[in-house]
């Protein structure tokens, strides 16, 4: 076995990573970071919905289950609890909080003597309070604290995480899950908000709009790093250059995508696998990120950007399978 | 047909076992109010502590489980499948002298049974000798005829083995049954183990309770000399699990963890050119030797059951080519069906030439024209059990039948004599136990666990079942049961325990806390 840079080969047993272990690594992780993604927009939507006209609140409900790629029905008039039931409670919706947490705790399930004791006794406990809640009318006032305690538990088995897991071949692929997730469903909410809101370069944000990009920036928990970065005003393509290209705020763009290639290259040492289709696919993703301006990304359209994004998440997603998890038995076999 | 003749356990030792009418040995107290030697300072614990706190322990220790996750599945109802193994936090308390007993007749017995293995799939000498009758070998279910000729690692058939013992109203321990196919249930021991010390730290230190904590580097080492000969790697061991959803999941994921061994499912393995490989992130790694929890009937659909998706196909041939080893190996569970279990005094005696240390329960088996009909006419009063059946299913308790219940097992019996044996009813001993707050007195079993690799070993414990219905004599998890710490106790602490009055404070300090 070759030595890697960044790991001493000595004292450590031929390391070695089942590939449906490592699937499952993956997934519990990409669920993990849905349900809290889903929990803190919807949080933002419900303290948005207090300021807001009842029609304006329907339409963005019906853009926010865009955003989120789950299906509504367009008859159906769209109603706090509706909009709970379906993003928060459903067990049809797969991307639902409740559906959401319980996939990645079964997942985690499959693989339990991968992680930390730690680890699991965290993700159930998760999974048994959100299982414990129910929908309800008083629900809607106890909501916050639930979305926050979702937000809070993910973030809890994520310090754990990191904490008690060794940072080996395992803990990359959790890396790689929620990075990969993030810079899809970062993609798709930032590309639905500016297909919808009118952004001319330049401009401040009217202030009927105002609470929309606000909106936007606490749906990716980033309002206060943003205002760190650009004081409070608001410029449409200072929100997106945010959002996209800082290389250093943890829910954009640039930093996900990052973040999943630096996990790629590793396991492309630990398992001797280099020079494949997913660090290929990530590096270049990676290299669009750094070296486009945000006015070039604007003037062609965020939207059409952002989608371009989420294809190549896309190709990278089959690409890791293809390489780590799935791969054809034959052209591995001794001959 | 002469060869059936005698149920032979039954008429040897019946006279000193079979009173059903006794009353069960009690665990802690030798005469009512007055607790044996080795229970004393429990006694005096659990008199000293409120109810109120022993309730509050009790929900602290079952959160403890449900938290970490410590579950099994109960097959036959859907959603809300995983439960936890209601634990108990009494101890049941055994003395040096019984345990050294216990692991004598436990060491023999397997001794025994293995060299029985190998006899009935090589050269047949106890079958030629009429030991044991011809037609019960070949007719039983778990009989496999592609293990002849078949010769496994240093001759050892069950490496991992958990017997059931219970204990007659006498006091004598008795076997109940063997299970040499995957017995399931130490991680259950392990897990008690962690909650006592958790919860009676002072009273565990004062008792001098043999730790039993080394269980998963024991298996380890049983499984590495297990290794093909031809191996001369360090071997690569993996815990073959049936997946997610068999009822001892969760022990599989804890062996593997504590093990440091890879868990798999058969989807994860594949055999090219009779060698068994895993499919990892970086390729294709050769397995050396699989610790198997899946039943031989789902092993290898090309040789076993064609539509069992859970095994490996041609893993069997690579077993053949000993290119990798099982353990248990394939086909022992002809050695625990419950009719050769009549034998085993015998197959003890062929081998050993020795009497068995720990007796038999009295076995009636049913092809036997007067055991039959004396036992049909008894059903009430009577055990009924299918022969290649665990985990209590396929059983009939007489004393707490229905009347159609009865007739069933009857039709069943006489369709199909081979399948069935009868026992008397035992009244199985009892011990107290923490029910709803209240200490009450619950009927329990003893499963202790035994390995053999270089030696036979077994560490000093095991898991105690516990009957938790009031007057129920079933054990089973499947069935309602839960399960106690065992304490063997060390030998130099045996005789009389030191004052209870420190013992109880340190308790009480520790429980408030």
Known sequence: ?335 | MNATAAPVSADARSSSVSDASALPYDEMFAAPGVPRPHYRALHQTLLELAPEVLRRTQQAADLTFLHEGITFTVYGNKEGTERIFPNDLIPRIIPDDEWSRIEKGLAQRLTALNLFLRDIYNEGRILADRVVPRELIYSCRHFRNEMRELRVPRDIYVSICGTDLIRLPNGEFVVLEDNLRVPSGVSYMLANRKVLKRVFPGLFRDYGVCPVDHYPQALLSTLRSLAPAACSHDPAIVLLTPGVSNSAYFEHTFLAQQMGIELVEGRDLLVHDNVVFMRTTAGLRRVDVIYRRVDDDFMDPLCFRTDSVLGVPGLFNAYRAGNVSLANAIGTGVADDKAVYAYVPEIIRYYLKQDAILPNVPTYLLTNETNRRMVLERLDKMVVKAVGESGGYGMLIGPASTAAQREEFRQRILADPRNYIAQPTLALSSAPCLIGGEVESRHIDLRPYILFGEKVMLVPGGLTRVALPKGSLVVNSSQGGGSKDTWVLRKEETSEPRAADSRAQSQRGTVAS
């Open chain 1, 1 to 335: 076995m070759q030595a890697t840079d960044f790991l001493s080969t000595e004292g450590r047993r031929d390391a070695v990573m089942l590939s449906r272990v490592a699937d499952s690594l993956y997934w519990m992780s990409r669920y993990l970071e849905r349900a809290e993604h889903t929990a803190r927009l919807v949080d933002v939507e419900l303290q948005l919905w207090l300021d807001q006209s009842p029609r304006a609140g329907a339409g963005r409900w019906r853009f926010l289950l865009g955003a989120l790629q789950t299906l509504a029905s367009a008859e159906e008039p769209l109603r706090a609890t509706s909009l709970l039931d379906t993003l928060v409670f459903s067990r049809v919706n797969p991307s639902s909080i409740v559906s959401c947490v319980a996939g990645a705790r079964e997942n985690l399930r499959h693989v339990r003597e991968q992680c930390s004791s730690e680890m699991w006794e965290q993700l159930n406990r998760l999974y048994l309070e959100v299982m414990a809640s129910t929908p309800e009318e008083a629900w809607l006032l106890k909501s916050h604290a639930f979305l926050r305690a979702v937000r809070n538990g993910a973030h809890l088995f994520q310090g754990i995480t990191d904490a008690t897991m060794s940072h080996g071949e395992g803990w990359q692929y959790i890396q790689l899950g929620r990075y990969v997730e993030r810079t899809d469903t970062l993609a798709s909410l930032v590309g639905a908000h500016f297909q919808r809101l009118p952004h001319a370069p330049g401009q401040t944000v009217e202030s009927a709009d105002y609470l929309e990009w606000i909106g936007l920036l606490r749906g990716c928990g980033a309002f206060e790093a943003y205002c760190k970065t650009y004081t409070a005003e608001i410029r449409p393509v200072q929100v997106a250059e945010f959002l996209l290209l800082n290389p250093n705020f943890p829910h954009s763009v640039r930093f996900s995508v990052d973040r999943v290639e630096t996990a790629l290259a590793i396991i492309a040492d630990l398992t001797e696998r280099r020079a494949q289709t997913p660090a290929r696919i990530a590096g270049r993703l990676r290299a669009q990120l750094r070296f486009s301006p945000i006015e070039e990304i604007l003037a062609a359209g965020a939207h059409l950007y952002l989608q371009s994004v989420r294809l190549e998440c896309a190709h990278l997603h089959a690409a890791i399978r293809q390489v780590y998890f799935d791969y054809p038995v034959d052209s591995e076999l001794p001959s």
